[in-house]
């Protein structure tokens, strides 16, 4: 099993800026790829921003310029960096990862969600 631990979100102002990180442990070989997705009230959840086993990332048109994904050199940990927050962007954030168990076996697993408010 893979365990993702999220850091809190929180409540920022627009135009301010929140960092979220994510941490995946449990009985992992290899993660090929970690994310951010969100959920707004009343809205599907959509990809924020990805990074794959070699460094290549990949944002949502709306967050590009404004959000920057990494990951810790151990490729457990990832990062979002958010900027010029938007009140359009409260919502629910999820980490997201897929990789192998070390029994090589595939894994999808998804983070508890952090809210992530910006009042208008």
């Known amino acids: 099993q893979v365990q993702l631990v999220e850091s809190e979100g929180g409540l920022v102002q627009p135009g301010g800026s929140l960092s979220l990180s994510c941490t995946a442990s449990?009985?992992?070989?290899?993660?090929?790829?970690m994310g951010w997705f969100r959920q707004a009230p009343g809205k599907d959840r959509e990809l924020v921003a990805r990074?794959?086993?070699?460094?290549?990332?990949d944002y949502a048109d709306s967050v590009k310029g404004r959000f920057t994904i990494s990951r810790d050199s151990n490729r457990r940990t990832v990062y979002l960096q958010m900027n010029r927050l938007t009140p359009e962007e409260t919502a629910v954030y999820y980490c997201?990862?897929?990789?192998?168990?070390?029994?090589?076996?595939?894994?999808?697993?998804w983070g508890q969600g952090t809210q992530v408010t910006v009042p208008s």
């Open positions: 449990g009985n992992i070989y290899v993660i090929n790829g």
């Open positions: 990074v794959n086993n070699g460094g290549g990332t």
């Open positions: 997201h990862a897929v990789g192998y168990y070390t029994d090589f076996t595939s894994f999808e697993a």
